[in-house]
């Protein structure tokens, strides 16, 4: 049943099938508002939206529209640190606390910053932060310099879906001088011409989709669990009447989780990785570098969460069903909670995006972002 949402926008008739896998999401699967985009050898061959930026649908998606991708942040804060490894500021198998100090408090002294991209430092919390702090990334910093590992660091495989962006956050601040946010500004966003911030201005504010909460998603399981949980631990910082909304979320820098954007920035964002990190002659970061950041680091079922995962450093690597990343084992990306997806697929030298804002009711990617991929790679 058609529910009548126009769908706006410009498809290569190559991408035919994404089209219409975008209009039976609104039709089928309750879409409320969303854009996809696919980029082909590093151009635009699709770049849709349509329904609306509110629940009250009052406010037509438009071209301009930005949203919360959730933790398609990581794979952005990563970037970041792979751009710094490149340029000779960072080393990856250098202990974090050669560039951080406080960071060796309470036996983190070796920790090399690959455990961070990869999950496997073994602080998936910062328990010395009280609730309500994720907004500020000095007490969350500090809380992380302070936390003891809950394992012995590369032992165990668990998601680090809070800490592991103020870490990425707190290497940059410190190795670069600029915050985390402001180097994808400065060093990603701004080169590439993409419309893609980690804290947002008010006057980019106005620009924002509303996020839908829904049941079921890592975040909304976070705070139902019991405060003891390690689930709950990971997010005990965000405070439970958070609707992904509020000034406060938009504004912060909070790497793992509210990096906005639309479809048509992420798209393009990771169409340059699946060329090998070049963009209009230039080069965002070198093929070597980038190589090393795909580099598998483990897969298997992360305790935090029981999600089937296979990690890089800082991307999701291609992982079918449970993370579908493309057409090969050599593509890689990153889902957001609640069903936002990004996907650099090097040997189909495709970029993909997708972003909605009524949010995912479950731990997959979902029906809506998985009809996209398979439309997109498949032209089923």
């Known amino acids: 049943m058609n529910d009548g949402t126009a769908i706006h926008g410009h498809c290569d008739p190559r991408f035919e099938p994404v089209r ?3 209009q039976k999401n609104f039709d089928e699967d309750g879409e409320l508002g969303a854009a996809v985009a696919v980029t082909l050898d590093g151009r635009p061959v699709v770049d849709l939206w349509g ?99 809950l394992w012995e660091p590369g032992t165990v495989k668990c998601y680090h879906s809070a800490t592991m962006g103020f870490i990425c956050s707190a290497l940059v601040r410190r190795v670069d001088g600029r915050s ?16 893609y911030a980690i804290g947002l201005t008010l006057a980019e504010q106005s620009r924002c989709a509303s996020m839908i909460r829904s049941k079921g998603n890592l975040l909304d399981l976070a705070q139902t669990e019991s405060k003891n949980d390690l689930l709950s631990r990971i997010w005990r910082q965000l405070p439970p009447a958070e609707d992904y909304n509020s000034v406060a979320w938009r504004s912060a820098q909070i790497p793992s989780a509210n990096g906005h954007g639309n479809a048509r920035a992420v798209a393009r964002l990771l169409g340059v990785l699946a060329c090998g990190g070049a963009y209009d002659g230039k080069q965002l970061i070198r093929q070597s570098a980038l190589e ?10 992360s305790i935090s ?23 090969s084992m050599r593509a890689f990306g990153h889902s957001g909670a609640g069903g936002a997806h ?22 997959d990617i979902g029906a809506r972002a998985t009809r996209l991929i398979e439309a997109c790679l498949g032209r089923a």
């Open 292 to 301: 090393a950041a795909l580099v598998e680091q483990w897969r298997g079922v």
């Open 180 to 195: 985390l946010g402001q180097f994808v500004r400065d060093e990603i966003s701004g080169p590439l011409g993409i419309d």
């Open 342 to 363: 990004a996907i650099a697929d090097p040997d189909a030298r495709i970029g993909f995006a997708y972003c909605p804002n009524r949010m995912h009711g479950g731990l």
């Open 305 to 327: 969460s029981g999600l089937n995962f296979r990690l890089g450093l800082g991307f999701f690597l291609n992982h079918p069903p449970d993370r579908p990343m493309g057409s």
């Open 51 to 149: 329904g609306w930026c509110d629940a009250q649908k009052t406010r037509p998606w438009q071209s301009d529209t930005i949203v919360c991708m959730m933790s398609v942040g990581k794979a952005v804060s990563a970037l970041a640190i792979h751009m710094l490894v490149d340029r000779g500021l960072l080393t990856l198998d250098a202990p974090i606390a050669s560039f951080w100090p406080e960071f060796a408090q309470n036996g983190k002294a070796q920790i090399p910053v690959r455990f961070a991209l990869s999950h496997l430092a073994s602080i998936p919390v910062a328990d010395a932060a009280p609730p309500g702090s994720i907004y500020d990334s000095a007490v969350m910093e500090s809380a992380i310099a302070e936390q003891p590992p």
């Open 20 to 22: 219409r896998a975008f």
